[in-house]
């Protein structure tokens, strides 16, 4: 079971990498080339962590953590980027209908 705490919140920026020779720069598990979204796969569909372990024997719980974390902050910066984009995009109200049928 995965636990988070607020004493200790996980940052994924020390397990997370990004290197354009490795995955072609697809986020993966620092040195690994198992990527994120692989795992992010497996717990979507519900496999718990003890599987994933078994499956990526080089990972450890604080990856799957570290994967979780990466995901909310790409998620969050993703929201960010919408919100900012229609507040600097003006949607005016539809042209009423011409009658000059």
């Not at 020779?21 to 519900?46: D, E, N, S, W």
Request: net charge neutral; charged share 20%; glycine share 4%.
């Amino acid at each position: 079971m995965i636990c988070f705490s607020r004493e200790n919140p996980m940052t994924y920026q020390e397990r997370i990498a990004r290197d354009p020779a490795i995955c072609a720069g697809q986020p993966t598990i620092r040195g690994t080339r198992v990527l994120v979204r692989v795992v992010l796969g497996y717990l979507a569909h519900g496999e718990p962590v003890q599987r994933i372990l078994a499956e990526f024997p080089s990972l450890t719980e604080e990856d799957v953590r570290a994967v979780i974390a990466f995901a909310a902050a790409s998620a969050a910066e993703d929201s960010t980027r919408t919100s900012a984009a229609a507040a600097t995009t003006p949607c005016g109200p539809l042209p009423k209908a011409s009658s000059a049928f």
